[in-house]
């Protein structure tokens, strides 16, 4: 399944820009756990009907041991925490900001997944994510503002701040759930699905505890609001399957830097539906990022 990776990353970043921006619409509706927790409960369906329907193909699935879930429970518990500080991110101020601060979890995972599962770049991939992370940097400059001077201070924004937070826990869910895919074992879209499903279960299930216990009637309120809610999970569990596909295939900071092309996406529907003009660095940083992509790819 070589190639197959890149496939389902550009999938999965243009289904996640969809995914993020319904969120930000139910999270200014209602709050930022009812946004998380949308993107959960209309995804599970997905997961669950996608593993059903690679057991009627007889493909064999997995059986999680103690070892798996608990990696899976931690990844999903970091990705929770990080979709709620992506929600604060892009409900605190321009969208685009919030999504971009969000992609340093690039830089992040690569030293993440050295540090936990030994897996370690090249020099021309660490070029590239270096590349890559420069052009994000560049997207979030304002107009007016001088550019080494909001690299320099733009981190200390509150928009910024919680994007990087979202950046970390992505980057700690990523290597998790490489890391359960593989010690799952079997094929790699088998072990994908299974975790996936796991992990939906179990974000689920916490944060309809959590909203009922902090924001009694928001569970229902989700469920009920099937129109914006419902386009949040769909996506966001279309989205997961084809980040797990990927990140079963190739080694977390490959994934995650190819993923970077959900700002085209982003910088498309922060124009064309909420009316934020990007300004002229958004545009270099773009060409940035764009180089920085290729060169990953070019490094295998």
């Not at 990353?9 to 969120?23: I, M, N, W, Y």
């Not at 998380?36 to 997995?62: D, E, K, T």
């Not at 007016?144 to 690299?151: D, Q, Y």
């Not at 830097?257 to 085209?264: A, K, N, Q, S, Y």
Request: hydrophobic residues 60%; positive net charge; charged residues 10%.
């Amino acid at each position: 399944m070589e190639g197959a990776w890149i496939a389902f990353t550009l999938a999965a970043a243009g289904l996640q820009a969809v995914r993020t921006a319904a969120q930000r619409a139910v999270a200014q509706r209602l709050s930022p756990d009812a946004g998380n927790f949308a993107r959960f409960v209309f995804g599970l369906p997905v997961a669950i009907a996608y593993l059903l329907a690679l057991a009627a193909s007889g493909r064999a699935l997995p059986l999680p041991g103690i070892e798996a879930i608990a990696i899976v429970g931690l990844g999903a518990l970091c990705q929770v925490l990080a979709t709620r500080a992506l929600i604060l991110a892009v409900t605190s101020a321009n969208f685009g900001t919030g999504v971009a601060f969000s992609k340093t979890d690039v830089v992040q995972a690569a030293a993440f997944e050295a540090l936990v599962l030994q897996s370690y770049l090249g020099p021309l991939a660490v070029l590239g994510v270096v590349c890559a992370t420069l052009g994000v940097m560049m997207m979030s400059v304002r107009k007016g503002e001088r550019l080494l001077g909001a690299l320099l201070t733009g981190w200390t924004q509150e928009a910024a701040l919680w994007g990087l937070a979202a950046g970390a826990g992505y980057a700690v869910s990523g290597v998790c759930y490489r890391a359960a895919a593989l010690a799952l074992g079997g094929g790699p879209l088998e072990a994908a699905a299974t975790a996936l499903a796991l992990a939906l279960m179990l974000q689920t299930f916490g944060l309809s505890l959590w909203l009922s216990l902090r924001e009694p009637g928001s569970v229902m309120r989700v469920l009920r609001d099937v129109r914006v809610s419902g386009v949040a999970g769909i996506a966001g569990g279309l989205g997961s399957l084809c980040w797990f596909s990927a990140l079963a295939l190739q080694p977390v900071a490959y994934v995650r830097t190819l993923g970077l092309i959900e700002l085209v996406f982003s910088l498309a529907i922060s124009l064309f539906v909420f009316r934020e003009r990007p300004g002229a660095f958004e545009y270099a940083g773009l060409c940035v990022l764009a180089a920085g992509i290729a060169v990953l790819l070019l490094s295998g």
